[in-house]
C-alpha cells in the first residue's frame, strides 16, 4: 500500500496503546492450547477453517481475564469494531454491527484479521488504496457501489486524477491475481479487505474508531517529542533538559498525604451540613420550587443573617471577612476594643492591591499619612523590622509595597482580636438573633406542584410579555 | 518502438506489484510459510528488475528536451504511472519486512494468526514471474537472511525513487490520466490485455436481446393462439 504522507525516511508513527494492546489479546487467542476454540465453516460449498463464534470468543474473555459477562461482551464488540474479528456470513453487510442479544450473537462466525491489516496506525490507510479498492469493487459489482463510496469515488477522481491509469491498471490486475487462489480464500481475502475499509473509512452514521480527539492528539504528539524512543539520538541538550526537569520536580514542596488527608476530613465533615447540594437548603431549593426566598436571605447585603451564615463566621478568620456583614459586624466588636485601625488599615491595603494603577501613588501616600506616619491619626502598630523595610519600599509605590505590613496586621487580629470576636457577647447574640429560616411545607401530593411558567424572555417588550405562552410546564 | 516496450514492461511490473501485495496479505497468517516467503523473495526481486529497466528506457526520452509536446505527455503520463507503482511497491516491501520480523516462521511458539486462509500461494507468485510454475528450492535458514536481504532492498529502491525524482522533473498534475472515472468497468475479460492500449468497448447486448426476443415469441405465440380460438368460435356460432 502506498506511503502517503508517510516520509521516506522511515519515521515510525507511535502505535497507540490502545491497539497494541488489542493486538496482543488476538495473538494470544490463537494459542493453539490456550486460545478459543476454532471450528470449520461451510459457506455453499467451500468450506473455511478458522471460525470462531461470538460466543466461545466471550467465553474465552471470562475464563482469562476473570471479568463478568458485560465487560467480555463491551470487549468483544471492541475488538469488532476494531476490525481485528470479521464475520464473513454478511459480505453486503455495510454496518460493522455485533448484535448485543447473545442469540443472533452466537450465530455469527469470525475470523480473525490478517496482520497486513493492523497496522493502521503505523501507516495511515492512504488515498490511492482507497481508490484501488473502490476501483476493485466496482468492477466485482459492476457498477454497485453504495452511496457514500460512489461519493469517494468520485472526490477521489477529482484528488488523483493525474494517477488514475495506475488505479484502474492495479484494481484490474489486483483481481487478477486473486482469481490465481482457491475461492475460499478469495473470500477470506476479500472479506478482510473489506471490514479493513470499513474501519477506515466508514459510512456515515458509524462513528469512527480510528479518531483522536484534539486533546488527546497534541497530547500524544508532547509525549512523543518527549519519549526517548530508539529513533531518537540522546544528545547532551537532551539531557540538560532532563536534569533541569528533575531538580524542579526535587525542590517542589511536598505535603503528606496523611496531613492532607486528615485535613480534608475535617473540612467536609465541618462543612457538610453548611452545603446545600450535601444537606438541602432551606426554606427549599429555588431551582425545585421556583421559591427564591433561599437567595434573597443569603445575599450578601442582606439585614439579619441566616444562623448557618454566622456558623461559617467561626470556621475561620477568612471567612469572616470576606463576608461584608460579618466584616461589618468585626469593625464594631473592634471598635468597642479600640482597635479598628487594624482593619482600617488592612482594608486599605486592599484597595491598593486591587484598585486602578493610576491611583497607586495617591493611595500609597494617603496611607501612609493615616496609619503609618509617626504621631499619625490612626496609627497602627507594627513591628520595627517591617516598619523599616516597608519605608524603604514608599520610595517607589506599587500596589504590592504594603504587603508585608498587610499581612502583619491581618496576623495580629487573626490571633488577637478574632478568638476573642468569637467569644464575645456580639457574637453570641447576633447567633441567638439569626434567623433559621422554615422549611416549605411538603405538599400531601409530591406531584401537584405549582404550574412552572417560564419567565418572559427580557428581550421582550413588557407589552407582550403578557402574550407569552406559560411554556416549560412541569412534568406531572 | 520504445513506446510500446515501455508500456509492456510497466504492465509486467504492474502485475508483479499487484502479486506482491497479494502475497504479502497473507504473512502471518495461517498461510505462511517458507514457501510464502521465497514467492515474495521470487517476485519482488522480478518487480525490482522490470523497475530497473523501465527507468533506463524513460529517463532518456524525458530528459531529451528535442520531444514533441504529444509524445512527452505520453511519456510522462507512462512516468507518473511508474512512479506510482513503485510507490506501493515499497510501501509494501516495508509492511512485508515489519510483518516478517513480528511474525517469524521458526520461532519457538509460532504465533500466526489464523485468518481462515489455507491455500498456498504458488499460483500468484507463477502469474508475477510469467511462468508456468512455480519450484521452491530454498533451505531452511532462508528467512532469517531474506529478511536482511530485504532491508537492502528497501533502500535500494528508496535511493531509486530519489533518484527519479532528482533526475526527471515532471510535474504531476500536468499530467492528465488516460483513463476516466468507471473507467474500469469497461474492461475486457481477456488477461494481459494493456489497458493503455485504448481497449474497445465491449457492447453487453447479447443477454438483453436473448430476453427481449424470447419475450416476442411468446406474446406472439400467445396472440396466435388468441386469434385461433376467435375464428374457431366465430366458425362454429
Redesign the interface.
Known sequence: ???GPAP?G?HRRAQRPHLSKMERM??SM?DPDQGVK?RSQRLLVTV????VTGNDVMEWLIQKYCITEEEALHLGTLLVRHGYLYP?RDPCHLELRLDETPYRFQVRLN???????W?ST??PA?E?DYAIYL?KK??RK??GLVDHEKEH??QL?RKI??????????????L???K???K??RL??AC??QTYWLVNRPPPGVPSVLEQGPQRGSCTAGRVQMLTGPFQTKTVDFYRREVECLRKALGRTRVKSSVCLEAYLKFSSQRGPHDPIMSGCLPSNPWVTDNDTYWAMNAPSAAVPTRLRVEQWAFSFRELLEDPVGRAHFMDFLRKEFSAENLSFWEACEELRHGGQAQVPALVDAVYQQFLAPGAARWVNIDSRTMERTLVGLGRPHRHVLDDAQLHIYMLMKKDSYPRFLKSDLYKDLLAEAVVPPETKRRVFPFMRKPRHSSPSPALLPASASGEPSGGDGEA | MTKEECKALL?AL??A???Y??L????????DSQNLREELQKTRQKAQELAVAIRARLTAPLRDRGLGAEERAEFE?LW??FS??L??L???M??AL??ST??PLHAPRR?????????G?A??A???LSARSLRHEAERGFDVEDLHQLEREILQV?EM??DMEMKVNVP??????????????L?SAS?GVS??RGVAVEQRTGPCDLSKALAATIFSAVLLAAVALAVCVAKLS
Open positions: 500500500m502506498a506511503a521516506h522511515g488476538v495473538v490463537q476454532m473455511i477453517p478458522h471460525a464473513l475470523w480473525e484479521q490478517t496482520p497486513y491489516f497496522m503505523l501507516w492512504a490511492l476501483a466496482n468492477i459492476r457498477g469515488y468520485d477522481h486524477s493525474h494517477t488514475w491509469d495506475l488505479v484502474v491498471m492495479q484494481a484490474r490486475e489486483q487478477r491475481a486473486a490465481q487462489r482457491r475460499g480464500d477470506v481475502i478482510q479487505e | 504492465d504492474n502485475k506489484t499487484a502479486c501485495h497479494h504479502v496479505l497473507t504473512i502471518g497468517g495461517s498461510a503520463r507518473v504511472a506510482g507503482c510507490d506501493l515499497e510501501a509494501d516495508r509492511r515489519t510483518l513480528e511474525f504465533p500466526l494468526v489464523r485468518t481462515g486462509v489455507e491455500g500461494a499460483s500468484v507463477a502469474r508475477a528508496g525513487i530519489q504531476r498534475w500536468t499530467v492528465q490520466a488516460r483513463q476516466a472515472a468507471g473507467a474500469e468497468l474492461a488477461a489497458s493503455l
